[in-house]
């Protein structure tokens, strides 16, 4: 059935027909496009439009179709132009007459702008779980790591003692600010177009505050041309959603490099890594490279959308229908790598061992010996000139700073005392830095306490 066929006096031409539709993927947000409807007819009933008999009708054939359509005896199969045509038209299969009054004070536009806020607010409360969850595991490898050593690194290149616990709470902070971004977007966009028409309103008394706080807006939006032209949200979305799948990328390229039998910092589990068809000995971090490679698509759902609307005149223009499918790619895209990219991390193995005897050979406690010279009065650049030469000295050698007698440290500066190896041990070099923000244990423990409770305040959405 077409919704549609009035003016017309051909047939429409099968490639057109299948140029146009939208049902192969809008009917993704079939059960959104229902409690719309529903919301719609309790509304006209209760502003007297519609008679309450044909209401009841009306919602007891939109319920029966979509438990028929959750229970497999209602497949949702081509030839409708859009799940709004499919539903309309199974309706009135069903129920007669009284179906053909639930368009009534409607538009497809304002109608597809409200299934299409209903299904993304769904899917940014599931990204928000999944992004909380993610953070509760980073929080426990946290707090089991305090004071795992490891080499902090600026270029790639070994520069300052960490620890684990520092290094994860980078991304603490990034997904957090991810969440934040999505209880934003959430608060903007939670705003019912529904009633908006298709551009101007309608004539009839419609009660759209009524309709909103049916589907739990906060309100009708209060623009009716920009209600069925606005896809700002999805666009804010796949911003969010493109720096979600950024960071995931960082830390999946971080994971790969630790991996490496070079670095060894971690072990993947067996049931989160894959073999190589020929070489026998190799065991692959093809989940942290799929993460990584799927940040393109994400990307390209955004620029794409960008591109659709920038040069739409107000208000409905079919080019918005194709905000759709790469937004829909992108969600379960990002859904998916959040998913798969926590249970790696919880199964992966760390290798304590190995982070610090790396941040032992890589003279990332040099900036602490030359802080210990300053202490003891040398310039800052003749310290940096001194340390400098230490390490020349131990390169040589293939030794650490910490490996040298204090002869040879006393024979570069007759400054160094006995206390210079307590000065550069790990635990020294970490454990001092104690101001907000830095690795020492009794900052780390304060900014734990505070993530705890950011995330017992903040459950979900
Ligand atoms: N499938 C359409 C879309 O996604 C629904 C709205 C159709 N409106 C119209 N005026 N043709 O945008």
């Not at 209903?118 to 928000?128: A, I, P």
Request: glycine share 8%; aromatic share 8%.
């Amino acid at each position: 059935m077409k919704l549609w066929g009035g003016r017309f006096t051909k047939e429409t031409n099968q490639l057109v027909h299948n140029f146009n539709e939208s049902l192969s993927f809008d009917q993704k947000f079939y059960r959104q496009d229902i409690r719309g409807s529903i919301a719609h007819v309790t509304m006209l009933a209760k502003q007297g439009i519609l008679s309450q008999e044909d209401k009841d009708a009306i919602v007891n054939g939109l319920e029966g179709i979509l438990t028929d359509i959750e229970e497999g005896r209602l497949a949702i199969e081509a030839g409708a132009e859009d799940i709004h045509s499919f539903v309309e038209e199974k309706l009135t299969e069903r129920i007669g007459e009284a179906g053909k009054r639930l368009h009534t004070g409607r538009s497809r536009n304002d109608q597809v702008a409200l299934d299409m806020k209903l299904y993304t607010r769904d899917q940014v409360k599931e990204m928000d779980h999944l992004l909380y969850a993610l953070l509760q595991e980073l929080l426990k490898v946290m707090e089991e790591n305090l004071d795992t050593f490891m080499p902090g690194f600026t270029h790639l290149q070994k520069a300052q003692p960490i620890t684990l616990a520092h290094h994860i709470g980078a991304y603490f902070e990034m997904f957090s600010r991810d969440r934040s971004r999505l209880h934003d977007i959430y608060e903007r966009m939670n705003y019912c177009p529904l009633g908006s028409g298709a551009l101007a309103g309608t004539t009839y008394p419609l009660d759209r505050a009524y309709t909103a706080e049916l589907l739990d807006f906060y309100g009708p939006t209060l623009n009716s041309m920009d209600s069925v032209a606005d896809r700002d949200y999805l666009l804010e979305l796949l911003g969010a959603m493109s720096i979600i799948a950024m960071h995931l990328s960082r830390f999946c390229e971080e994971i790969i490099i630790w991996n490496t039998n070079e670095y060894r910092f971690v072990e993947i589990d067996d049931s989160y890594s894959t073999g190589s068809s020929i070489m026998p000995q190799k065991k692959n971090p093809d989940i942290a490279e799929l993460i990584r490679g799927k940040t393109g698509r994400v990307y390209g759902a955004m620029v794409s959308l960008l591109t659709t609307m920038k040069g739409l005149p107000l208000a409905y223009n079919k080019d918005m229908q194709e905000d759709k499918e790469l937004t829909f790619d992108a969600m379960d895209t990002v859904k998916g790598c959040i998913l798969l990219f926590t249970g790696m991390i919880s199964s992966m193995t760390f290798r304590k061992d190995v982070m610090e005897a790396s941040a032992k050979n890589g003279f990332t406690n040099a900036t602490d010996a030359a802080d210990y010279l300053v202490k003891h009065g040398v310039p800052f650049r003749d310290a940096h000139g001194i340390v400098g030469q230490l390490v020349l000295f131990c390169i040589d050698r293939g030794i650490a700073l910490d490996d040298m007698s204090l002869e040879e440290f006393k024979a570069i500066s007759p400054v160094f005392e006995e206390d210079i190896y307590e000065a550069i041990s790990m635990k020294t070099c970490v454990e001092k830095r104690i101001t907000i923000g830095a690795p020492g244990e009794a900052a780390m423990k304060q900014v734990i306490e505070v993530y705890k409770k950011q995330l017992a305040e903040k459950t979900g959405l």
